[in-house]
Structures are given as C-alpha cells and as structure tokens.
C-alpha cells in the first residue's frame, strides 16, 4: 500500500525567501507524481505533473523534481510571495492517486 | 488545464434527506472520474472510483448503498448521499482526467461542503 508523507507539515517565511517542500513515498511503482495547491474551502488545483520517466518539471518559480528510486519529490518555490499562501499537496499516482497530509504555507508580507 | 465542475458548492439537509452533487467535465471526456471526502486540516481520502457506463468501485470501509455514484455520459458524474447523517457532513471532491489509464495529469472540482444538521 502506497504511503505519501510530506515535510514540513506547515511552514511560514517572510516574503522572498525560496522555499522547498518535501515528499516522500514508498512505493517507487508509480505512473507520476503530481503537486497541487489547495486554498482554504477550495478544490485543488494542479501545478506541476512530472512523469515516471522525467526528472523535473518547471513551471514560473515553481520548479519540482522526482527521484523514483529514492522515493522523494520536492517542490521548490522561488522567491514566495504571499498569494503563494495555501495548502500544498503531492500526489503519487499508482493504481490510485495517493495524497500525502500536505504543507501549509504561510508566507508573510 | 482542464475544468472540472462541481455543483453545488455548498448544501445544507436535514438529517435522513439525500444530496446529490454533481460533477462535470466541460471541456474532455472522462471514461474515470474519482471522488474524494475531505476531513478538517486533513488530506484527501479516496472514496470512489466512477467508471463511465458502468458500477462504480468503491474503496474498502465507504458504503456503497449510502453513496450512490452514477456516471451515465462522459462528462458528467454524481454523488447521492442517501439518508445524509451529521457524520456524513464534509467536504466532498471530484475529479477526472482526460483519456484513458492512470498516466495522465487529475484535475479536480473546486469541492462541495455538505452539512448535514
């Protein structure tokens, strides 16, 4: 059964500062890896897909990378502002997408 | 991306009422949609998976006779909640992707809270 852990599980910084969010799963037989953002009462919304055959995406100041063979993906988020504040999930997908407990994110003005 | 779109945002019942919520794929087809239950300060936890055209599976623990899923077109799934329960208020996701198979990007509905009083 696949297990998604993220790290930290909230995490606030001043306005500026480049962050990295940490996923872990252990189940390295998945089809991608996928990060989303969630906004309090909101849905998700996806920001990065990297493939099982690809090392990173990148997307504006968003950059995620996947190491199968460790079982980790980390999102790094560069130069935050505070409209980056919300819950970030990573979800492994397998035979079933699997959520890790997500970060919250605060970034302060 | 994609737009998945859930309806009704938010609904309030009475206890022993049923609620249903759908969920809409406007610009692909979706063969599987997926819904999920969303406790407080907690993540997303499969309830369902919806096959168009055909049963529903349901993941072990979630009943199947109290959350009824159809997927009658392509584009449209729903969930009744039967003889909603205060413990059945949450909040209550779906998504889909387009195409077939498990190697695709999942885009997800914006949610819908039920409270049940």
């Known amino acids: 059964k696949q297990e998604v852990t993220q790290i930290p599980a909230a995490l606030s910084v001043p306005e500026g500062e480049n962050l990295v969010l940490n996923c872990s799963f252990t189940d390295s037989a998945i089809y991608n890896l996928q990060w989303f953002r969630q906004d309090p009462g909101k849905g998700l919304t996806s920001l990065l897909l990297?493939?099982?055959?690809?090392r990173e995406q990148t997307s504006g100041r968003l950059n995620a990378s996947l190491d199968k063979s460790s079982g980790r993906s980390t999102l790094y988020i560069a130069a935050s502002q505070p409209g980056d504040s919300a819950t970030y999930l990573c979800?492994?997908?397998?035979?079933?997408?699997?959520f890790g407990e997500g970060t919250q994110l605060t970034v302060n003005p | 991306g994609a737009v998945v779109s859930q309806h009704p945002s938010r609904v309030i019942c009475k206890s022993g009422t049923s609620v249903k919520i759908e969920c809409r794929s406007l610009?692909?087809?979706?063969?599987?949609m997926f819904w999920y239950r969303q406790f407080p300060k907690q993540s997303l936890m499969l309830m369902a998976t919806s096959n168009e055209g055909s049963k529903a599976t349901y993941e072990q623990g979630v009943e199947k006779d109290k959350f009824l899923i159809n997927h009658a077109s392509l584009t449209l799934s729903t969930l009744t909640v039967t003889s909603a329960h205060p413990e059945d208020s949450s909040f209550y996701i779906c998504?889909?992707?387009?195409?077939?198979?498990?190697?695709?990007?999942?885009?997800f509905g914006e949610g819908s809270r039920l409270t049940v009083l």
């Open positions: 990297i493939q099982s055959s690809q």
């Open positions: 979800g492994a997908s397998g035979s079933r997408l699997t």
């Open positions: 998504s889909a992707q387009p195409g077939q198979g498990h190697t695709g990007e999942l885009f």
């Open positions: 610009d692909f087809q979706a063969t599987t």
